[in-house]
């Protein structure tokens, strides 16, 4: 843990911080200590993201861009999932829909969470806060896919097309020069829709959890772990997401070959 100076100070002892051992841990601690309780009804926020927004904190703990001697405290996910709350009731007075569920692509709206609290190094200061909590909420949602759902080839087929087993399909549709835009601001049904129109996304979001808003989730936690992988490309756009091909320009261009010996002289 780290040492808290200022009690150090004032009490005469050394008091270590300790982290939870598991997510499962932290998000029970979490929700004890969070305000989530708002007046709209119907505002839902599944086990499924509580866990994703634990690690979040677990991979902020990890990066090698956040001052680990300033440790990242409990703070993190709490102002997470309040903020989490809040955006949810906003989308539900807005669209005058209930219940309202979260969604990946309202992370987004978490990014003062991690930014308003954690430090960063020399190296994390100058990639910009923002960049940094973007990549910390992208290698959280790679380790759930990881866990979740079958692995992501790496090997090009022998015509030359990308090898993404169970994920061909989808890669294929974005590969056709098609993209996807979600939003936090999308009413569920148009959300669903923009979904269901990649071919086999839906079908793989199912194997996730039981309902409409576990299988969108799972779909779009598909998404974002084919673009950690380098299968798809990425942009955000203020509170929109849009995915869309990969440039594979780096792996199809020729490697570069030095000199050979009866060149050299």
């Known amino acids: ?3 808290i100076t200022p009690l150090k100070d004032r009490i005469s002892s050394q008091i270590l911080t300790h ?3 598991d997510p499962a841990t932290a998000a029970e601690i979490t929700l004890a200590e969070a305000s989530i309780d708002r007046d709209v009804p119907g505002v839902m926020i599944s086990d499924d993201l509580r866990l994703l927004i634990e690690e979040v904190t677990f991979a902020a703990r990890e990066s090698e861009l956040v001052d680990q001697a300033s440790g990242v405290s409990a703070r993190v996910a709490i102002s997470a999932l309040e903020l989490l709350a809040s955006n949810l009731e906003r989308r539900a007075l807005r669209l005058g829909e209930s219940p309202v569920h979260a969604r990946l692509c309202d992370l987004h709206m978490l990014l003062p969470a991690i930014t308003g609290k954690v430090e960063m190094v020399y190296e994390g200061e100058q990639q910009g806060p923002e960049v940094v909590a973007r990549q910390i909420i ?3 949602v790679k380790k759930v896919f990881e866990r979740a759902f079958p692995a992501v080839g790496r090997e090009l087929g022998s015509g030359g097309e990308d090898d993404t087993g169970p994920y061909s399909e989808i890669v294929a549709w974005f590969a056709e020069g098609n993209s996807l ?3 936090d601001e999308m009413p569920f049904h148009e959300y669903r829709a923009a979904l269901a129109g990649v071919p086999g996304l839906l079908e793989l979001g199912a194997t996730y ?17 084919l673009h950690q992988h380098l299968k798809l490309a990425r942009q955000d756009l203020d509170s929109q997401v849009s995915y869309r091909e990969m440039v594979k320009f780096q792996l199809l261009k020729p490697r570069r070959r030095g000199p050979r010996r009866e060149d050299v002289h």
Do not use: F, H, K
């Not at 959890?209 to 772990?225: K, S």
């Open 1 to 3: 843990g780290s040492i």
């Open 138 to 140: 992208g290698e959280a």
């Open 19 to 21: 982290y939870p051992p």
């Open 181 to 183: 835009t979600l939003s």
């Open 209 to 225: 959890g039981d309902g409409e808003a576990a299988t969108c989730l799972g779909a779009e936690i598909v998404l974002e772990g």
